[in-house]
Each structure stands twice: as structure tokens, then as C-alpha cells.
């Protein structure tokens, strides 16, 4: 199982990652910014020596030219970084004074041209100015060269930079204790949905009520279906489990007894008496536990979204009655199909079967010798089963609609027939009415939707 983690924290780390990815790439442009105004500034000074040298260049009578070098124009260039300045002088002629291993350009440009070199061995910033001394007849061209070394630059760049990482150090601090605290301000909610779970009890699967986020009302939407869901399961758990108790207390409470008196019968016939006696208690125990797990069964399917199927209802009907011809026959009842299909539904086929089980059983089981039990089936807009019997029929319709109730009659049962037949009509969108009196029969009539000709049946 994977280790729990702190969503404040991923939170906060990926946040900070972005924010230090930000800062990096705000320091790489701050350093630029930096060595840019460092040069600006140092090249003014550099630009301002390279003017005052070039003022000082004159022709002298025989025509040459003459430097008066203002050595107050290169003390500007000298700073607390001890950075070297260097000069040079160059008429048509060639070098006339200075350093004549300096680096200088022959850059035609009339405007001061700065560039970057190497002078025994250290970096150095290059101002090259090219001007003309006038004889009063002609004018003499020169190129005055000035260079100092990067020492100052690079201190003032490094000094600008430390300041601006350091305020943006703090900023970024700021920043990562605002993002704490906003980070969880934020998951709060979270903590208060945590707290309303935790203080519920345990039997409450009522739907949370807590205001949260929009991101997380989905989350919340989805457990109060789950509970609700969970809430439905557990009802017809406690549902089956209470009316289990119920109706298998009187038929085990037969059994024991039988058992007891097979065991203290005088005569064989006594203890084989008992043992039948006992043995139709199994019998009816079996059929009350089996509706009982159709009743859950359609709960469950009732709580749950049900995956419907196209089912020939005429074809399943015709099979369920072939199947009881033998029992309806035993019991002096003329059993009988009456339609033709195809009648198509949409529904789940065992519990349509257990529909038409029940129908028949029902009839069979109250009908009476000499009467006559058809199953009908029409097909137009909808679908209509109808099972019906020419018995003795029963004043009390609405009773024998209710769970566990067998109204007037004395036959064994559960009373749970019509009312799981209900269930399941209204399961698929159906329908069920029952008519009856004394003396002109009893029948049940179900109306389902029909299904799309279109779909493959299945049965």
C-alpha cells in the first residue's frame, strides 16, 4: 500500500518549483541588466578620457603631431578595484605615443567604438575615438585608443546582482509563507469535511451537508451516493433478515415438533405420519426462503442500475407453462397458452420467469379442482400478460396485494406471490391490476412497454 502523502506539502513544493524556475530565470536577466549598466556606466568615464586625450592632439610648425597627454583625464579611470588604464596614439604615420601593444581598431566610425580584448594576460574594455588635427591647410587624421582593465565592472555587476538575488531571496521567502498559509486555508474545508465524517455515527448514512470547494463537491456528491446506495443495501438487508426470522419461525417450529413426536411414535405409521408432516414443513420452509431471496434480489435490482434486455415475453411465457402442465394436471386444473408472439420487453429474464412462476403458481394454488388457469398475451403498443382462473375467486383484492398477507384462504403460502410480481412489473416500467369476486374467478393483468422490434430477444 502506497505511504499517505500531504497534499499541502506537494502543493507547496510544485508551487516553489515554479517559483524558483521564475526566480532563475529572473536572476539570469537581472545579471544581464547588471553588466549592462555596469558597462554604460564605466564607458562613460572610458568615453570621457578618449575626449579629453583627443582635444589635446595638435600639429605642430613642421607639420607633425603632438600629444599633451592630460594624465588627470586617465586618473578618472582609477578606482578603489585598482583597474590599469592603458593608452595609445596613432597618427598616419603609424604609433606616435603610449603603449604601442595595445589593441586598437581601424574602425572607420567618426563616433567612439567601444569592444572587449585581452592585455597581458587580463580582460580589458577598449574605447577607440578616430579624429583630425587641422594645419590650418589640411587636416591631419588620428586614433586615439583607450583601455582599462574589467575589475571595477565585474564588482559593480557582482555587487548589483547579490543585491537584487537577495531581495528577490526575500520576496521568494514571503512568497513560501504565504503560499503555506494560503494552501491551507484553502484545504480547510477539506479538514471540515473530515471532522463532520468522523463525528457521525455509525448507523448515519444520511448525505453529507458540509460546504466545500467546486473541486471537491464532485468528491462529496459521490460519497453521498455511495451512502446512499449503502443506506438502500443495508434496509434490504435488515428488511430480509427481519422478515426471514418471521416467516421461518412457524414452519422450524413444525419440523422440531414432527421430529419429536417421530421420535416418541408407538407405530411406524405415527413416526412416518410426522416425518411427512415435517418434511411439507421443509417444503413450504424452502419456497418461503426462496421468495425471500427474490424479494432481496429485487431490491438489490430496484437500489441498482439495471441492465436491461429485449425478452420475447410470448417465448418465456410458453415455456413457464409447459413447465407447470404436470402440477396443474395433479391438481385437477386445465392449464392453457393463449397468443402469439413475439411480445418483446425490455426487462431481466430470471426475474420475468419469476413473474410468470408466480402467476401460475397462484393460480394453481387457488383455482380448485375443475377449473381452468389460461395465461394470455397480447402484443399492440404495449405488452399485456394476463393470468387468469375460473375459480372461486375472493372479495379481498386489495389484501392479497400486500406483502405476507394470504387474505381469506387456508392454503399454505408466504403471501408473498402478487406482491413480488408488483415489484418486478414496476421494475421495467410495468403495471399490475387484479380483478376478482366470488364465484367468477380471479385474474392479474400486467402492462409492460414494449421494446424496439429492432433488438435481438433474448429469453
Given at each position: 500500500?502506497?505511504?499517505?502523502?500531504?497534499?499541502?506539502g506537494?502543493l507547496?513544493?510544485?508551487?516553489?518549483?515554479?517559483?524558483?524556475?521564475?526566480?532563475?530565470?529572473?536572476?539570469?536577466?537581472?545579471?544581464?541588466?547588471?553588466?549592462?549598466?555596469a558597462?554604460?556606466?564605466s564607458?562613460?568615464?572610458?568615453a570621457?578620457?578618449?575626449l579629453a586625450?583627443a582635444?589635446?592632439?595638435i600639429v605642430t610648425?613642421?607639420?607633425?603631431?603632438e600629444?599633451?597627454?592630460?594624465?588627470?583625464?586617465l586618473e578618472?579611470?582609477t578606482?578603489?578595484?585598482?583597474?590599469r588604464?592603458?593608452?595609445?596614439?596613432?597618427?598616419p604615420d603609424?604609433f606616435?605615443?603610449g603603449?604601442?601593444?595595445?589593441?586598437?581598431?581601424?574602425?572607420a566610425?567618426?563616433?567612439?567604438a567601444?569592444s572587449?580584448?585581452?592585455?597581458?594576460?587580463?580582460?580589458?574594455r577598449?574605447?577607440?575615438?578616430?579624429?583630425?588635427?587641422?594645419?590650418?591647410v589640411?587636416?591631419?587624421?588620428?586614433?586615439?585608443?583607450?583601455?582599462?582593465t574589467?575589475?571595477?565592472?565585474?564588482?559593480?555587476?557582482q555587487?548589483?546582482l547579490v543585491?537584487?538575488a537577495?531581495?528577490?531571496?526575500?520576496?521568494?521567502?514571503?512568497?513560501?509563507v504565504?503560499?503555506?498559509?494560503?494552501?491551507?486555508?484553502?484545504?480547510?474545508p477539506?479538514?471540515?469535511?473530515?471532522?463532520?465524517?468522523?463525528?457521525?455515527a455509525?448507523?448515519?448514512?444520511?448525505p453529507?451537508?458540509?460546504?466545500?470547494?467546486?473541486?471537491?463537491?464532485?468528491?462529496?456528491?459521490?460519497?453521498?451516493?455511495?451512502?446512499?446506495?449503502l443506506?438502500?443495501?443495508?434496509d434490504?438487508?435488515?428488511?430480509?433478515?427481519?422478515?426471514?426470522?418471521?416467516?421461518?419461525?412457524?414452519?422450524?417450529?413444525?419440523?422440531?415438533?414432527?421430529?419429536?413426536?417421530?421420535?416418541?411414535?408407538?407405530?411406524?405409521?405415527?413416526?412416518?405420519?410426522?416425518?411427512?408432516?415435517?418434511?411439507?414443513?421443509?417444503v413450504?420452509?424452502?419456497?418461503?426462503?426462496?421468495?425471500?431471496?427474490l424479494?432481496?434480489?429485487i431490491?438489490?435490482?430496484?437500489?441498482?442500475?439495471?441492465?436491461?434486455?429485449?425478452?420475447d415475453?410470448?417465448?418465456?411465457?410458453?415455456?413457464?407453462?409447459a413447465?407447470?402442465?404436470v402440477?396443474?394436471?395433479?391438481?385437477?386444473?386445465?392449464?392453457g397458452?393463449?397468443?402469439?408472439?413475439?411480445?418483446?420487453?425490455?426487462?431481466?429474464?430470471m426475474?420475468?420467469g419469476?413473474?410468470?412462476?408466480n402467476?401460475?403458481?397462484?393460480a394453481?394454488?387457488?383455482?380448485?379442482?375443475?377449473?381452468?388457469?389460461?395465461?394470455?398475451l397480447?402484443?399492440?403498443?404495449?405488452?399485456?400478460l394476463?393470468v387468469?382462473?375460473?375459480g372461486?375467486?375472493?372479495?379481498?383484492?386489495?389484501?392479497?396485494?400486500?406483502?405476507?398477507?394470504?387474505?381469506d384462504?387456508?392454503?399454505?403460502?408466504?403471501?408473498?406471490?402478487?406482491?413480488?410480481?408488483?415489484?418486478?412489473?414496476?421494475?421495467?416500467?410495468?403495471?399490475?391490476?387484479?380483478?376478482?369476486a366470488?364465484?367468477k374467478?380471479?385474474?392479474?393483468?400486467?402492462?409492460?412497454?414494449?421494446?424496439?422490434?429492432a433488438?435481438r430477444?433474448?429469453?
Open positions: 500500500m502506497a505511504r499517505p502523502y500531504s497534499l499541502r506537494r507547496l513544493i510544485w508551487l516553489m518549483v515554479a517559483l524558483l524556475a521564475v526566480a532563475a530565470l529572473a536572476v539570469i536577466d537581472t545579471w544581464r541588466e547588471a553588466a549592462d549598466t558597462n554604460s556606466l564607458d562613460r568615464v572610458l570621457g578620457s578618449v586625450i582635444e589635446r592632439v610648425e613642421d607639420g607633425a603631431l600629444v599633451d597627454v592630460p594624465y588627470v583625464a578618472m579611470l578606482s578603489a578595484a585598482q583597474d588604464v592603458f593608452y595609445r596614439v596613432d597618427g603609424g606616435i605615443t603603449y604601442q601593444t595595445l589593441p586598437t581598431s581601424q574602425s566610425n567618426p563616433d567612439i567601444y572587449d580584448a585581452m592585455f597581458r594576460g587580463d580582460p580589458i577598449v574605447a577607440v575615438l578616430r579624429r583630425a588635427a587641422s594645419s590650418g589640411s587636416a591631419i587624421p588620428f586614433t586615439v585608443t583607450v583601455a582599462e574589467t575589475i571595477a565592472r565585474t564588482r559593480l555587476t555587487t548589483l543585491r537584487s537577495i531581495r528577490l531571496a526575500l520576496l521568494i521567502l514571503a512568497a513560501a504565504i503560499l503555506w498559509l494560503a494552501v491551507g486555508f484553502s484545504l480547510a477539506l479538514d471540515r469535511l473530515r471532522d463532520a465524517i468522523s463525528r457521525r455509525l448507523d448515519d448514512l444520511s453529507i451537508q458540509q460546504e466545500v470547494p467546486r473541486e471537491v463537491q464532485g468528491l462529496v456528491d459521490t460519497i453521498n451516493s455511495f451512502m446512499t446506495r443506506s438502500a443495501a443495508l434490504a438487508l435488515r428488511h430480509f433478515t427481519g422478515n426471514a426470522s418471521h416467516q421461518l419461525r412457524t414452519p422450524l417450529t413444525i419440523i422440531r415438533t414432527q421430529l419429536a413426536l417421530a421420535l416418541r411414535a408407538e407405530t411406524p405409521e405415527a413416526a412416518r405420519e410426522a416425518a411427512r408432516t415435517a418434511d411439507d414443513a421443509v413450504h420452509a424452502e419456497r418461503i426462503l426462496a421468495q425471500l431471496l424479494l432481496a434480489r431490491d438489490e435490482a430496484a437500489s441498482d442500475q439495471l441492465r436491461l434486455q429485449v425478452v415475453l410470448f417465448e418465456l411465457a410458453r415455456e413457464r407453462t413447465d407447470y402442465v402440477r396443474a394436471h395433479v391438481a385437477g386444473i386445465d392449464l397458452l393463449e397468443g402469439a408472439g413475439p411480445a418483446l420487453v425490455q426487462g431481466d429474464p426475474l420475468l419469476e413473474l410468470l412462476s402467476l401460475i403458481e397462484n394453481i394454488a387457488y383455482a380448485g379442482p375443475g377449473t381452468e388457469a389460461t395465461v394470455r397480447t402484443a399492440a403498443d404495449e405488452v399485456v394476463e387468469a382462473d375460473t372461486g375467486g375472493t372479495e379481498e383484492v386489495a389484501t392479497v396485494r400486500r406483502r405476507f398477507s394470504r387474505g384462504s387456508d392454503k399454505p403460502g408466504a403471501g408473498l406471490g402478487l406482491p413480488i410480481v408488483e415489484e418486478i412489473a414496476g421494475l421495467f416500467g410495468g403495471t399490475m391490476m387484479v380483478a376478482s366470488p364465484g374467478g380471479f385474474s392479474v393483468r400486467i402492462r409492460l412497454p414494449r421494446a424496439k422490434a433488438y430477444p433474448a429469453v
